[in-house]
């Protein structure tokens, strides 16, 4: 494996709440397992991200293999979000990255895909980020502002339709989107949208 490009960014270097997030949706008479619904998302990973608002290239690792732990990937984000991630975790139902060196967001997201309630007829799709952003100034624009913020929930609403129709499922509803923002003096605030 080749020597990483950039040095991981976890969430308690980051500055301003931590912001847990959450967006999943949930799909009936699914033609896919959990297990084959990852396994695609995991062999075509930049497929199921919109291109216009994050764009995925493979920098580090096979750029034709399967996703393995070390792989990097550059993001372009629409404006100036631009960041790399690592994997640092592939099962056969999940994966996750965390964020590396000048990523607006410090921290860790993942993605999985399982039985809803233990019903082999239902599953749910899930993307969970744990981060803070990188710096009081991208945590003054991408959040104060909101404008990365935006962009964010855009990307990760149209990623989870995209694994929805790979599915061959029918979704039950609209993606729904959980934040539980968390200041460092203890305040907590949570928000649930579709």
Known sequence: M???????????????PWLE???????????????????????????????MLADFKKEQGDPNGPLQVGDEFRIKILGPWNGSVRVT??????????????????????????????RPGEL???IRSRARSRDGLVAFAYDT????LLMQKATWVEFCQRVAAA???QA???????????TPGGTTDH????
């Open 2 to 16: 080749a020597t990483p490009s950039h040095a991981e960014q976890p969430a308690n270097t980051g500055s301003g």
């Open 21 to 51: 997030r959450r967006y999943y949706i949930d799909l009936e008479r699914p033609r896919l397992s959990p297990t084959q619904l990852m396994g695609q998302v995991q062999a075509d990973l930049p497929h199921f991200s919109p291109e």
């Open 89 to 118: 975790d592939v099962g056969p139902t999940s994966f996750e990255f965390i964020t590396l060196e000048g990523h607006p967001e410090a921290g860790r997201i993942r993605f999985e895909v399982h039985y809803l309630d233990e």
């Open 124 to 126: 749910r799709f899930e």
């Open 145 to 148: 502002i909101g404008g990365g």
């Open 167 to 169: 599915s061959g499922g």
């Open 172 to 182: 039950l509803g609209p993606v729904v989107v959980d934040t539980m923002r968390r």
């Open 191 to 194: 928000k649930h949208s579709h």
